[in-house]
RNA sequence: CGGGACGUAGCGCAGCUUGGCAGCGCGCCUGCUUUGGGAGCAGGAGGUCGCGGGUUCAAAUCCCGCCGUCCCGACCA
């Protein structure tokens, strides 16, 4: 591609939407623009790098056996009321990426589990049909409710996502481990150092689940990371073990004591009315919640600590605190719950010795002095606190650590979720009775890539793309073309060989200054920079210079070529 | 959805407090000179000052409403 004919134009400043290095690079590098929050075109530099990422994708999941299809991005609503997210999504979501066309109510697709599942099920009818996986590489449209960092949180995105179909549990494990690896291998391939966390499966569903991690400062998730045994979970999921006891507290049994806080239901704000004495992990942390089985639930936890929600679980709303008046919103505790058929959970850390101040179920009130056991009962114990860097392993007991990343990508073993609510999901098994698939889903943010990309390899001149994602393979510089015949014959005999020999080539032809050129080659960040220039020619060279390392060498102009094709 | 900031030429910004000719740098066009790390000189084009309303002799500037964009939080398939 010459330089000069290529629709790019390279900005000094970076916008002023624009926060994060990845988006600023990419914007000023002239691969991406914005056309509204969160939606994104890829300008033809973009592209190239969007069509390389494509590329490692394809080549491994075809690799593992998978096969490409396209599924459509507009999907008939009755898809999602069959599968009973069009609700799950709730009043917002959905309805917010419904179009009403001649001929129904249709949605953008913001995943496609309904969609593949009905178009498999209506091809496949018998398990000697079976393993099957598909793939596709699509446009997803999601009701964001803040776009964010350029490509890393956008409404409109690509996605590479893969569906499992199986015979039976242990077939979609074996499945589900077969794209798992192809999956480490795309990203290994980009030069991505990816960690596999557990997490929560959140409105796809499903029980065991996979996110990929890229570690980065730009990152909107956390996951919690053993240096010891490997554990590795999203917050979200993480659970800790507490260290062995080493005997009681001693404290003497205190009274209970009741105080009047007006107006102070959080925990903070409680803190501040007894004073400098009592610390926030005095206090009982206590939410009405609902759990996964429908329960009304009090899940208590240490002042000091966040609670973590498991999946499944909700925070009670305005209904569910008028049907339980045990309950005072603002002033929760686990007093006399039972007795009101409410279950009371809560966190290890609340079976430490001592005294707690809870809510005292009246308003306007917290009672002081309260013991486990003398004054409330829990009836399960678990880990429901945020782990924090320090907390021990649930495995190994070590201390992990927190770790910022971003997640690239999100599998997980669905099993029978959509199988059982699509129509035509079953098929006759080999022994002759009817089954339905054992299904996996597997997504990738392939746009979101480029931003974790461009995070991950840049430095103050630019970006600097591993050879797998680049643009283009070499950048090839002539300097003052237009005043030497000579450089200008050489280049463009170069440029034309290297084309011929199959590599990708952005040949900078304009006419402008050195410094333009060598300014624009960092900004741009192809892996491989060729100059060639009337001082290197007087000479019978060429110089090879490396955009990641810096190393610089000298090619003589007539190996030029098959040194470089050949390797 | 809650909190905050911003909106002036393609990009980055000043001007707004105290109302009075719409500016600067980069980029763009023409010419000449220059040419190994974002050149110099000369000339030029480009604006509904986000939109609507109000106050005023006069509004980029003051007031009201709306829209858009970014940041923090909530949410996140």
């Known amino acids: 591609m010459r330089m000069s004919r290529l629709l790019v134009r390279t900005l000094r400043e970076a916008p002023a939407d624009a926060e994060v290095a990845s988006h600023q690079l990419l914007v000023r590098a002239g691969y991406i623009r914005r056309l509204a929050s969160g939606v994104y075109t890829f300008l033809p530099l973009g592209l190239r790098v969007l069509h390389q990422v494509e590329r490692v994708i394809r080549e491994e999941l075809d690799a593992a056996g998978c096969q490409e299809l396209l599924l459509p991005a507009l999907h008939p609503l009755e898809l999602w009321e069959q599968s ?54 699509q446009v997803k449209f999601r009701d964001e409710a803040r776009p964010r960092f350029g490509l890393l949180r956008t ?37 991505l150092d990816v960690t ?115 999946s499944g679980w909700r925070l009670f709303d305005d209904a569910d605190f008028s049907a339980h008046s045990s309950l005072v919103k603002g002033y929760i505790g686990p007093i006399g719950q039972q007795a009101d058929g409410i279950r009371v959970v809560a966190d290890l850390g609340v079976g430490r010795d001592g ?10 009130h917290h009672l002081g002095g309260a013991l486990l056991d003398r004054d409330f009962t829990v009836d399960e114990w678990g880990s429901f606190a945020q782990v924090v860097t320090g907390d021990h392993c649930p495995r190994c007991g070590e201390a992990v650590q927190l770790v910022r990343s971003v997640e690239a990508a999100h599998t997980f073993q669905l099993g029978y979720k959509y199988s059982e609510v699509m129509p035509g999901s079953d098929f006759v098994a080999e022994d002759g009775s009817e089954a339905i698939f054992s ?28 050879t797998e994602a680049a643009p283009f393979q070499i950048h090839l510089a002539a300097l003052g073309a237009g005043r030497s015949p000579e450089v200008a014959e050489a280049a463009d005999r170069i440029y034309d060989q290297l084309v011929a020999g199959g590599i990708e080539v952005l040949y900078d032809d304009r006419d402008v200054s050195p410094g333009v050129k060598f300014a624009d080659a960092d900004l741009i960040g192809t ?41």
């Open 84 to 137: 009973g997210r069009a609700a799950l999504f709730g009043s917002d979501a959905l309805p917010a990426m419904t179009v009403d066309a001649r001929g129904g109510t249709f949605v953008l697709g913001p995943t496609h589990e309904e969609v593949v599942t009905v178009t498999v099920g209506a091809e496949v009818d018998s398990y000697r049909q079976l393993p099957l996986t598909v793939y596709q590489i």
């Open 355 to 364: 005294s707690w101040v809870v809510g005292a179920n009246r308003a306007d």
């Open 155 to 191: 409404r409109e995105l690509i996605m590479a996502d893969a569906y499992s179909f199986d015979v039976d549990k242990d077939a979609m494990q074996f499945s589900y481990r077969t794209v798992f690896d192809a999956y480490l291998r795309i990203f290994g391939r980009l030069g």
């Open 196 to 310: 596999p966390v557990e997490a929560e499966s959140g409105a796809i569903g499903g029980d065991v689940n996979h996110e990929f991690m890229v570690p980065s400062a730009v990152g909107e998730d956390e996951f919690v990371s053993c240096p010891s045994c490997g554990y590795a979970a999203n917050v979200e999921a993480a659970t800790r073990r507490l260290p062995e006891r080493v005997g009681g507290s001693g404290a003497a049994p205190t009274d209970l004591v009741e105080h009047h806080t007006p107006g102070r239901s959080a925990i903070a704000d409680v803190v501040a009315y007894f004073g400098d004495d009592v610390t926030a992990a005095a206090f009982l942390k206590s939410m009405a919640v609902v759990d996964a089985e429908g329960r009304p639930t009090l899940l208590l936890v240490a002042g000091d600590r966040e609670a973590r929600l498991p």
């Open 527 to 567: 892996p491989v920079r060729l100059v060639v220039g009337a001082k290197g020619l007087a000479r019978g060279v060429v110089e090879w210079r490396s955009r990641t390392s810096g190393e610089e060498r000298e090619l003589p102009v007539d190996a030029t070529v098959s040194e470089l094709v050949g390797s």
């Open 439 to 466: 299904m996996g889903c597997y997504g990738l943010g392939v746009s979101r890539l480029l931003a974790v990309l461009a995070e991950e390899h840049h430095d103050d001149r630019g970006l600097a793309w591993p």
